[in-house]
């Protein structure tokens, strides 16, 4: 059985955001502004897209 996968989009620039968010975005292979990675549903993935949840849109 698959993975779920989630699509997570970056919606907001990390300029101006502190460096510990600017590297979870970039931990979850988000480069620029409206971005769109897939992602498998996993609970470490779940924790960063919390931390950065005001920049990024998730798309089931």
């Known amino acids: ?18 460096q510990s968010h600017r590297e979870t975005v970039r931990g979850l292979g988000l480069r620029r502004v409206n971005h769109v990675v897939e992602l498998a549903d996993t609970p470490q993935v779940r924790g960063m ?4 949840q005001y920049l990024v849109r998730v798309e089931a």
Request: charged residues 25%.
């Open 1 to 18: 059985m698959a993975a779920q996968k989630i699509r997570i989009k970056l919606v907001k620039s990390v300029i101006g955001c502190k």
């Open 49 to 52: 897209i919390d931390t950065v």
